[in-house]
């Protein structure tokens, strides 16, 4: 069984029913022009887990193992946008507002798909969520079933918000969660660090912490 230097303590998972969960690395997060720095937001923050999270999928496809991608977003009528939501961005910039890369957080749009670099590989899983957590409103649960899986590795944007919601929801539901510092990234360096202590804190409240080549040589 593959052990990962983590924190709180090692992490030990068995390839056969471990996921890779790469949460919205959208355009409308991390490019430049796009949602994300029309809000204000520093995209570097954000853009500097592409590099590694390219290497960790590689050696996870290498593998033969399985990563499902999510992405944010809404149909284009918003009807499973709720008010609270929607109204969130007023009067600037809201969901389903004309953007630089098409319709804000819009399924279909440009700015909704994820980037190029990480672009899924025909077959992978794709899932689409409304929330910010990948569990609620998505068929998740039964694609993990499927799967066998028990833990997750989990990777993507934004630390404190998507990835910190997905993982509360996937520890609800019993699995083992090993969050990727260097594959994970927040827009303010502050929730970044506090994001991170807060799951490996209290000996893993919500789980494990480690950085991806550590992972990557465990799975060689
Ligand atoms: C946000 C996300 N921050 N993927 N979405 O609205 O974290």
Redesign the pocket.
Known sequence: MPIVDAQPGPFAFDPDSTALVV??MQRD?LMPGGFGESLGNDVSQLRRTIEPLAALMTAWRGAGLPIIHTR?GHLPDLSDCPPAKLNRGAPSMRIGDPGAFGRILIRGEYGHDIVDELQPLPGETVVDKPG?GAFYATDLSEILDKLGTKSLIVTG??TE??VHTTVREANDRGYECLVLADCVGSYFPEFQHVGLKMIAAQGGIFGWVASSPSVIAAIQ
């Open positions: 949460i919205d997060f944010e910010k944007v934004t918000v998507c």
